[in-house]
């Protein structure tokens, strides 16, 4: 077996003209291992060599441990347009191997020994996409073209397609690349107790024009009218599908944070806040962090200078932009790009979330709810709701975040604006409904709550109404049953004001009756028996439950002057009874053993336990 040293002095023997390109390189890579990179890194010293098979070693060392300094006098020296090229097409093969890496993590180990060795035999394939990154930096910077736009149009698609925003290390080399691009260097963010600065190191010095060679093929003259207006706009879209991209792979808590600020009587005693877990959790600190720096990043190529008109626009438009950068470039008109609809909520939230928390200092648009908020929500959910919101989970958070900051300023209604409030709280109650994080959730029903009690009063019945009566999810249709209550005790209030609500009169509860008490009397019927008994109640429990308490609030002293005449026999006949006979069904079918409780909710006894609920609260409900 050759040694190293063996494999050192082939290389330097072979080196062209004594061999051709095409066999040199196949020399280099059955010579490769981890111990002549030193070697090979000075022999690529050799600006001709480098230049002409520089290329072609881009995909043969980025997985090689140690490579990095070969593969930085590449970048420095082989031919930029060939190299971008080629570091493009690798970053391709990067990213697909990543992702497969992660399907079969996910999936059976067959032999996770061997898998461990492998991964330790290679460079991670996120350290792979940052070296590439950091190449790409150098190449762009030594680019002498008269259309730098083309090159970095496909650079920035490209990188945008391979970045994870789960990976903090991707991130911040994406906003070094950036940066670099865009020639403006920003020193480091100074730290603070709720963040960490994710600093890098990176050897390749992209602005280091003494150890680069020129470009062979350079393009006399400066560029193309136009181009400066081009790669600024470029920029500023990557930016935005880079937040966009970062937001959906990293959940930052916005929403709640942002109740836990405004409305701390809210807050449960004895629980840790999300507003302190930030504070704490080194990890959730560095995603503080990284938001920040993309944010300020976005500022420095111009962002926060865009004018309201502008965002309002990008919000209204039909349908949303979610990959703009894999559309043609308008030479002409470089604001034809749009922005990814997503990233610029986020970073318009980010603007309206730092200022009230972290007492940051941004130019805010002037936006308000109607029709700003509402068109953006409509447009980011008008096809497919519940798959928009589970593959956008962090733009749903900066949309949350938004409407709750632009109520908290009543901010509710534009000059001239229409609002339609039964449309926009539909809204919030997909996301209340479909994200999957009951953080969210609640934070998207917080929202649905306040926006109803600012609605006009007719609209709030309509709501209510139209929840209670048609909604198919039991436990937005229970949020119904809170709310009605909650109007209920703020009219009640104002009673003796000189303003006037029919929430606080007999007339409003008689409009909402029939939707709060429906007829049940068919489940007394022959016809249903303890398993169709069970069916209903196994998804009905939610909103049953929370009907028999607010029926013990209304039939109480306190609101016995609004109930109207006839109503407490009227509930009693076609919701109380029924009930009762659904429970005594159940518990003798239970007691007998004839129906084992397998339905949907039931597991743990949770049917029964609920049962015992039901009994009990419909027993302290004052009907006669």
């Known amino acids: 077996m050759a040694t190293t040293e063996d494999a050192v002095k082939r290389l330097h023997e072979s080196k062209p003209p004594t061999t051709d390109a095409a066999t ?9 291992t981890p111990e002549i990179l030193p070697s090979l890194r000075d022999i690529l010293d050799d600006v001709a060599l480098t230049s002409e098979i520089g290329w072609d070693l881009v995909e043969m060392l980025i997985a090689v441990p140690g490579s990095e300094a070969c593969l930085e006098r590449v970048a420095h020296l082989g031919n930029p347009r060939e190299v971008i090229l080629k570091v493009l097409e690798v970053m391709e093969k990067v990213a697909a191997e990543a992702e497969a890496e992660e399907e ?45 736009s083309r090159f970095l149009h496909m650079t920035l698609d490209t990188v945008y397609r391979c970045y994870n925003g789960a990976q903090p290390a991707a991130t911040a080399a994406v906003v070094e690349l950036v940066r670099s691009l865009s020639g403006r260097k920003r020193p480091p963010l100074p730290t603070r107790k709720s963040s960490i600065v994710m600093a890098r190191v990176s050897s390749f010095e992209a602005g280091d024009a003494s150890r680069s060679a020129p470009d062979p093929e350079a393009s006399e003259g400066s560029s193309e009218e136009g181009e400066a207006a081009l790669v600024q706009r470029l920029l500023q879209v990557f930016v935005t599908c880079v937040l966009e ?32 877990a930030f504070k704490d959790v080194e990890d959730l600190q560095a995603r503080d962090s990284l938001i920040g720096q993309l944010v300020s990043l976005a500022g420095d190529l111009g962002l926060s200078k865009l004018p309201s008109d502008a965002i309002k626009d990008a919000f209204a438009a039909s349908p949303i932009s979610t990959d703009p950068l894999s559309g043609e470039l308008n030479s002409e008109k470089p604001e034809a790009m749009r922005f990814a609809t997503g990233g610029l909520a986020a970073l318009i939230a980010y603007w309206m979330f730092s200022t009230d928390l972290f007492d940051a200092q941004h130019s805010i648009p002037d936006l308000h709810i109607f029709p700003h908020h509402h068109a953006l929500l409509k447009n980011f959910l008008s096809d497919s709701p519940q798959d928009q919101i589970a593959s956008n989970p962090g733009s749903v958070e900066a949309l949350l975040v938004v409407g709750i900051w632009l109520h908290t300023q009543s901010r509710l209604l534009a000059a001239d604006a229409a609002p339609d409030f039964m449309s926009y709280h539909h809204l919030l109650t997909l996301m209340g409904v479909f994200h999957a994080n009951p953080r969210v959730r609640q934070s ?4 649905a709550g306040l926006v109803l009690h600012a609605a006009p009063e007719e609209e709030r019945l309509s709501i209510l109404e139209d929840l209670l009566e048609n909604c198919m999810f039991a436990s937005l249709q229970s949020c119904a049953v809170s709310w009605a209550k909650d109007e209920i005790i703020a009219a009640r209030k104002e009673k003796d004001s000189s303003r006037s609500s029919r929430f606080a009169t007999a007339e409003g509860l008689e409009r909402l009756q029939y939707a709060l008490f429906p007829d049940l009397t068919h489940l007394q019927d022959e016809a249903q028996d303890a398993e169709a008994l069970l069916e209903f109640w196994a998804q009905a429990w939610p909103f049953q439950l929370q009907v028999a308490n607010f029926a013990v609030f209304i039939f109480g002293d306190a609101c016995a002057d609004m109930v109207p005449a006839g109503m407490a026999a009227a509930v009693e006949h076609r919701y109380v009874e029924p009930l009762l006979h659904l429970a005594a069904v159940l518990r003798e079918a239970e007691a007998k053993d004839k129906t084992p409780l397998e339905a949907p909710a039931a597991e743990g006894g949770q049917v029964m336990g609920t049962l015992d609920i039901l009994t009990d609260t419909l027993g302290r409900v004052a009907l006669h």
């Not at 990154?133 to 680019?143: G, N, P």
């Not at 998207?444 to 929202?447: E, H």
Request: glycine share 4%; with cysteine.
């Open 444 to 447: 998207a029903i917080t929202l």
């Open 245 to 276: 991209a970062f937001v959906n792979s990293n959940a930052l808590e916005w929403p709640a944070r942002l109740l836990e600020f405004t409305y701390p009587e809210r807050i449960v005693l004895g629980r840790m806040t999300q507003m302190q």
């Open 104 to 148: 079969e993590d996910g999936g059976e180990a067959d032999d996770e020994a061997a898998k461990e060795k492998d991964k330790q035999d290679k460079v991670p394939t996120t350290q792979q996409f940052v070296t590439l990154c950091d190449m790409l930096a150098v190449l762009h910077s030594r680019l002498k073209v008269k259309a730098p």
């Open 24 to 32: 040199y390189l196949t020399i280099i890579e059955m010579s490769l």
